[in-house]
């Protein structure tokens, strides 16, 4: 069964800190996504990105945090200057079809900021 | 947005049948249902998806009466291993922009 692969799947950085997760969707998905779950609570959207663009974004992505797909395969979530309270799961997710809700997610990166 | 409301746990035994029922009273036309599982530090899992009566696949069923107001997640002869977190969706995927929206959930679980 085709697979979202994160990496890493543990990061530690320094509150200021820019970090960059990296995603690498299933390769005939044309849909990404970024979600974040802080520990025990709800699983949040942050952003969904089709065609080279963003198409939604929730009010936690704000300038502090950016997405790209540099080549044909990754996807990446950057955070400029972490906080505390970015200390989270962030889960990245693709689909093939915009109108299909079988997202499949990757088993996500652990963001600790200390 | 339809909100939904799902028991915050549940308990069950190795071998028995569990029906998680979600309450989604001001759902709308366009909205699908849909349940996803997720494992403690895994991410979500999506495990079934409906529009009104019933669905099966090789992992549960979806049952949807015809008013659409409640659907009840059918997981036959559960394991150890369904114990998971359970959630329940409801929305318009074609306009909603890839914006899931998770509620707390229901927490199963099986004992032996």
């Known amino acids: 069964e085709p697979e979202v692969t994160q990496t890493p799947s543990h990061q530690v950085t320094q509150m200021g800190q820019e970090v960059i997760l990296r995603c690498v969707p299933i390769s005939n998905h044309l849909y990404f996504y970024w979600y974040r779950q802080i520990l025990g609570q709800k699983v949040e959207f942050l952003v969904s990105?089709?065609?080279?663009?963003?198409?939604?974004k929730s009010e936690i992505f704000d300038d502090q945090f950016s997405v790209e797909r540099p080549d044909g395969s990754n996807f990446t979530l950057k955070i400029r200057s972490t906080k505390l309270e970015d200390s989270a799961m962030y889960f990245c997710?693709?689909?093939?079809?915009?109108?299909?809700?079988?997202?499949?997610f990757g088993s996500g990166t652990r963001l600790t900021v200390v | 947005l339809a909100k939904t409301t799902q028991p915050i746990s549940m308990d069950s035994y190795e071998g028995q049948e569990v029906n998680i029922t979600c309450s989604h009273n001001n759902i709308a036309t366009n909205d699908y249902i849909t349940w996803y599982q997720q494992f403690p530090s895994q991410g979500p899992r999506f495990i079934i998806q409906?529009?009104?009566t019933k669905v099966t696949n090789e992992v549960a069923s979806l049952f949807i009466p015809a008013d659409r107001k409640s659907s009840t997640l059918s997981l036959p002869r559960v394991s150890l291993s369904d114990t998971a977190v359970y959630y329940c969706?409801?929305?318009?995927?074609?306009?909603?922009?890839?914006?899931?929206?998770f509620g707390q959930g229901t927490e199963l679980s099986v004992k032996p």
């Open positions: 409906g529009y009104k």
């Open positions: 997710a693709s689909s093939a079809d915009r109108g299909a809700y079988g997202y499949t």
């Open positions: 969706l409801v929305g318009d995927p074609y306009n909603q922009g890839g914006k899931l929206i």
């Open positions: 990105f089709y065609n080279n663009e963003i198409s939604e």
